[in-house]
């Protein structure tokens, strides 16, 4: 907490504010050219505001309709709850430091700003893997029996934002912090420390709520798609079983493509800077990882709702015309349980 003090004070910046005293909090960066900064205002603010339409369409849908509130819906709509709330705060207060170079808001609201945007980041990508290790448990049924019912997604909710929250907490009570980056606009966690506790923070903070949850996602998904290999050559059916099976796997390459292009530079960066903190690095370099993570809300929703095979054309119908989903439930054979559980999602 004295250290936290002493920076906002303007006594004690990081390391790589050293040489030219520069004061993210009073000016712009000297080296990055006003129109480059007005150029992230507009990229933020088309990710901001596509994200925000997105996810708040999920959410309201959802709710409105009775046939929608089923137990793995909630995951899907606790992720664009998450995406929603990383774009209204994270989002927002970028696009607006942006508009003036710098962050003008004050040190307090850029840990809350780096609080906010990595507790929600992190509760949506352990969203993600929810959803993937619930697909895993209602497909290929390692449980038997196993169902998915309301309390099950209710518990594995509060463990997402207890998780989360358990995780990025730290920098707010001492054990590391969270400072601005590089180009001044944003807060982060401090990845640029030498320091041992932050060095230990970043490498638990990495392990816990990026590597676990790939892990959890890319072994789910391995497993489902190696399931329905297996239904599909036991059954024989190629005009049935087959094309449905194609679909799924796209399906899992897309989001396992989409997860690693948003959130693998972002990591293989703050790891890096991390492991040589003194690296010298152009302000504008280091931002992209950042600004890129941040389209993952743009992404999830397209994904997770807008490209399911399962609910068809009815779904595309509602979302752009009366803002509904409806989910096809008729002939569901015993094959079509496994490929489409109730119609909900089968990701």
């Known amino acids: 907490m004295d250290a936290f003090r002493a920076f906002e004070n303007g006594s004690l910046l990081p390391s790589y504010f050293a040489p030219a005293r520069w004061d993210p909090f009073r000016r712009p960066l000297d080296s990055i050219q006003p129109w480059q900064f007005r150029l992230l205002a507009a990229v933020m603010l088309l990710v901001t505001s596509l994200s925000l339409a997105e996810n708040l369409a999920v959410i309201l849908v959802t709710c409105k309709f009775k046939q929608l509130r089923q137990p793995v819906n909630y995951i899907i709509v606790n992720l664009s709850v998450a995406d929603f709330l990383v774009s209204l705060t994270g989002g927002t207060i970028s696009f607006l430091t942006n508009l003036k170079g710098y962050f003008f808001m004050g040190y307090w609201t850029c840990v809350l700003e780096g609080f906010a ?5 992190i509760a949506a990508l352990w969203s993600l893997a929810l959803l993937a290790f619930e697909r895993y448990i209602v497909i290929c049924r390692p449980l038997r029996n ?40 944003t807060c982060e966690p401090n990845w640029y420390s030498g320091a041992y506790a932050d060095r230990t923070y970043i490498i638990t903070f990495f392990t816990t709520c990026f590597i676990i949850p790939l892990l959890v996602i890319l072994v789910s998904y391995g497993k489902l798609v190696q399931k329905l290999k297996k239904v599909s050559d036991a059954q024989g059916r190629l005009g049935t079983t087959r094309r449905p099976e194609r ?30 903190p003194s690296i010298e690095l152009d302000p504008r370099l280091a931002a992209i990882p950042a600004f890129f993570s941040k389209t993952a809300t743009v992404y999830n929703p397209i994904i997770y709702v807008f490209m399911n095979k399962q609910c068809g054309k009815k779904f595309s119908l509602k979302i752009f015309v009366s803002l509904s989903i409806v989910c096809k439930t008729s002939n569901v054979t015993e094959h079509h349980f496994l490929l489409c559980d109730h119609c909900i999602l089968m990701m």
């Open 117 to 121: 945007v990595t507790f929600f980041g």
């Open 146 to 185: 196993a169902r998915l019912r309301g309390r099950h997604a209710a518990l594995g909710i509060v463990f997402v934002w207890s998780f989360s929250f358990i995780w990025t907490i730290p920098p707010t009570v001492g054990w590391s912090s969270y400072t601005p980056s590089k180009i001044g606009t």
């Open 247 to 276: 679909q799924v796997t796209r399906m899992v390459v897309f989001m396992i493509i989409a997860f690693l292009i948003c959130w693998m530079p972002y990591a293989a960066f703050s790891i890096l800077v991390t492991a040589y």
